[in-house]
Every structure is written in C-alpha cells, then in structure tokens.
T-cell receptor, first 117, second 111 residues
Framework: DAGVTQSPTHLIKTRGQQVTLRCSPK?????VSWYQQALGQGPQFIFQYYEEEERQRGNFPDRFSGHQFPNYSSELNVNALLLGDSALYLC????????????????FGPGTRLTVL | KQEVTQIPAALSVPEGENLVLNCSFT??????LQWFRQDPGKGLTSLLLIQSSQREQTSGRLNASLDKSSGRSTLYIAASQPGDSATYLCAVYTGGFKTIFGAGTRLFVKA
C-alpha cells in the first residue's frame, strides 16, 4: 500500500502565476481533504472532496479551487498567487463512514512545499 | 466557531520522562479527535484516533484520552525517547466535514 502520495514535492512560482498540486489517496479511500500549513502553525482546512464534489470549504478565497476524479485522486489549483500563499500544502484521505458522516481516520501525504517569489 | 488550543507550545524533557500534552476545544459537538506527529518539513503521521463515543485509545507507549464534556484531550507519552522529538498536533473532526487543528506542541527529548 503506497499510502497517500502528492506531487510535486517542491514548487517555486512567482506572484500572479497559477499552480496545480496533485494527490492520490490511500487505496480504498474515497474522500480527499486539502490543507495549507504555514511555518510554525497547524494545518488550515481548505476544502474536502467526496464523490467528485466539493462538500465543504474553509475560509479560503475563490482563487483556491479543486477537483476530484472518478479514481478519487484530486487536484488543488491556486490562481493569481500571492506571497502569502507560500506554505506546505497537505492532502489527506479517508473513507466515508455510515450515514454520510466520516468517522474514520485521516491519512496524510508528505505535502508539497510551495514557494511564491 | 470551533477553536482548538494546545498547551504547552513547546516542551523539553530528559530521556525516560513520562509526559502529557494537552489539547482543548471549544465546541463539544465533535465526531472524533485525532493526534498526529509531524517531523520538520514532513507530512503528518497519525498516532491515535478517538471516536466521540470513546474515552481513550492506546498504542504502545502512547495513550490518548477524550473528555467531550470538558472539551479536553490529553496525549500521554511514557518513557520518552529522543526519537519522540517532533511536533504533536491534535485535530477535531466536526459536523460539516471540517477538521480543525491546534497549532501543535513542539517536543524535544534530550538524550
């Protein structure tokens, strides 16, 4: 089991550019969540995807968008990059629980370090 | 609005000491609470998951407790080792499919 994988590992962009980050969930998982972690802080929830739809979003602007594919993999897109978008971006996967509520454990990937210059 | 606080922010202990990390949350309506370990610049490793109906979970030298009514969880690490040095994060999973993290406790275990 490869666990959660993310690509690329590192990325350097300039202000105003656009970036796409990718995530493959743990085998058997159907739910993907994305987080932003600034240096010295805890991860901040960006959004969660289930059944190819965004079903919850944290306090992030529309510049942050995503997609989930039929194989449950996911992409995070960030447009019009700002210096403040520099962070570690983490993807987590889990398995949807009964009655539409996930009681289950989240597993995280190694993250993508984004630097905006 | 759910808020998660971890105390202390940093902790330094000698090897072999037993220690407790604290996590508090403001809204008791949670589905589960998960403890993670994070090494510098790396992703998160899941340590323990406690469902809302449970009081505690154990794995090896780790024991996590949950008291929903008081909005508190503790992570107990027995016989600490230098390899335990890392940042420990707690996260609560709330209704509405959101996970809220604390800022973490940075632990340093001295050999």
């Amino acid at each position: 089991d490869a666990g959660v994988t993310q690509s690329p590992t590192h990325l350097i962009k300039t202000r105003g550019q656009q970036v796409t980050l990718r995530c493959s969930p743990k085998s058997g998982h159907d739910t993907v969540s994305w987080y932003q972690q600034a240096l010295g802080q805890g991860p901040q929830f960006i959004f969660q995807y289930y059944e190819e739809e965004e079903r919850q979003r944290g306090n992030f602007p529309d510049r942050f968008s995503g997609h989930q594919f039929p194989n449950y993999s996911s992409e995070l897109n960030v447009n019009a990059l700002l210096l403040g978008d520099s962070a570690l971006y983490l993807c987590a996967s889990s398995l949807e629980g009964p009655a539409g509520v996930s009681y289950n454990e989240q597993f995280f990937g190694p993250g993508t370090r984004l630097t905006v210059l | 609005k759910q808020e998660v606080t971890q105390i202390p922010a940093a902790l330094s202990v000698p090897e072999g000491e037993n220690l407790v990390l604290n996590c508090s949350f403001t809204d008791s309506a949670i589905y589960n609470l998960q403890w993670f370990r994070q090494d510098p610049g790396k992703g998160l490793t899941s340590l323990l998951l406690i469902q809302s109906s449970q009081r505690e979970q154990t794995s090896g030298r780790l024991n996590a407790s949950l008291d929903k009514s008081s909005g508190r969880s503790t992570l107990y690490i027995a016989a600490s080792q230098p390899g335990d040095s890392a940042t420990y994060l707690c996260a609560v999973y709330t209704g509405g499919f959101k996970t809220i993290f604390g800022a973490g406790t940075r632990l340093f275990v001295k050999a």
